[in-house]
């Protein structure tokens, strides 16, 4: 068994393989590598076998996306650790070492991620996991340095190791055999949010998630979905549903869900007035899929203990929109 490995799900990410991997095999040598492709249709698999021979490359022989894509991979990887990498992430020298120390001295922790900042705007955080993730009280996620759309310039402000909600998919190490404990991904996910209910199932369980500002990795960000795409926000929704009937007590449930429909709704409304109809209507459809599927998917899952608190107090819309709070440090009980 290796104490450490690198998994990497790719699908059609030639250009970013070819762009990020030099640095990646440079900043973390003797550590093996794995990617998993999922179908591609570009000439991703030719260019690793032909420039990586080092680099194992699964063909997982069709587009499984994010979930079920890394459950088949990590099949394949004998590791104590398994670092889960997006293709569009450049790493920096020493990133590795200090995840692999904190989960080695950290028994009850499940997963640790580094800090995620932009490649695009080096001194910024990225959208997808910042310096750690959250969930407020309705289940929409958030993170230290990034509220909905707000990215915060790193000044060093989220410089502390802290316990978080959940690690970004984009970039976080995992205890493998917690991995297999709750059973991985959720294929149904499919993609998007699907490391946050990971994360949540894993807090049942009574493990934690660290954030850990010695290691700093630069994220593309949209590299297969576009942050734009309705497909994509079409997902956001429908996981975010299927977030909290997995997650919330049954006692819970019916409240909570009633106010995170009238809130997706009015974002529905919201993307409309601002031209977006193709946006909206994905809202739509996801609350559809939701509505018709509910029965079968809660049924589907065992339900989780009910002494996990593992959301936020308020509503993060609320904080955001109405009382116009644009950062996470000036946010209540944090």
Same mark, same amino acid.
């Given at each position: 068994m290796h104490k450490? /490995?690198?998994?990497?799900?790719?699908?059609? %990410?030639? +250009?970013?393989?070819?762009?990020?991997?030099?640095?990646?095999? /440079?900043?973390?040598?003797?550590?093996?590598?794995?990617? $998993?492709?999922n179908n591609s249709t570009d000439s991703s698999v030719s260019f690793l076998k032909t420039k990586y021979p080092a680099i194992?490359?699964? +063909?997982? &022989?069709s587009n499984f996306g994010y979930s079920k894509g890394?459950? =088949? =991979?990590?099949?394949?990887?004998n590791a104590e650790f398994v670092a889960l990498v997006n293709s569009d992430i +450049?790493?920096?020298?020493?990133?590795?070492a200090p995840l692999q120390t904190a989960l080695h001295t950290n028994p009850d922790w499940a997963t640790v991620q580094p800090k995620i900042k932009s490649h695009l705007k080096k001194d910024y955080f990225e959208y997808a996991g910042a310096c750690g993730g959250y969930i407020d009280k309705y289940g929409y996620p958030f993170c230290r340095g990034r509220l909905f759309n707000t990215l915060e310039k790193d000044k060093g402000q989220y410089d502390t190791q802290v316990a978080i909600g959940w690690s970004s998919g984009a970039c976080f190490v995992v205890r493998k055999s917690y991995?297999? +404990?709750? $059973? $991985?991904?959720d294929d149904t996910f499919f993609a998007h949010m699907e490391e946050i209910d990971f994360c949540w199932r894993l807090a049942h369980k009574g493990y934690f998630h660290y954030f850990i500002p010695e290691s700093t990795v630069y994220h593309v960000g %949209?590299?297969? =979905?576009?942050y734009a795409s309705p497909f994509k926000t079409y997902l956001n929704f429908r996981n975010g549903l299927y977030l909290l009937y997995k997650n919330l007590p049954p006692q819970q449930l019916t409240k909570i869900l009633l106010v995170r429909i009238v809130l997706d709704w009015l974002s529905a409304i919201y993307y409309l007035v601002q031209g977006k109809g193709s946006q909206s209507m994905a809202v739509w459809k996801a609350h559809i899929k939701v509505w018709r599927t509910k029965k079968a998917y809660k049924n589907k899952h065992l339900q989780?203990?009910? &002494?996990?608190?593992?959301r936020k107090p308020y509503s993060i819309v609320w904080q955001y929109f109405i009382k116009k709070i644009k950062t996470y440090s000036a946010l209540p009980n944090k």
């Open positions: 450490i /490995a690198i998994a990497i799900l790719n699908y059609n %990410g030639k +250009e970013y393989l070819e762009k990020f991997l030099p640095a990646l095999v /440079a900043n973390t040598p003797n550590t093996p590598i794995y990617i $998993g492709d194992t490359c699964i +063909e997982l &022989g890394y459950n =088949l =991979l990590l099949r394949h990887i +450049e790493v920096t020298p020493n990133w590795l991995f297999a +404990e709750v $059973g $991985g991904f %949209g590299a297969t =979905l576009s989780p203990s009910n &002494g996990t608190n593992y």
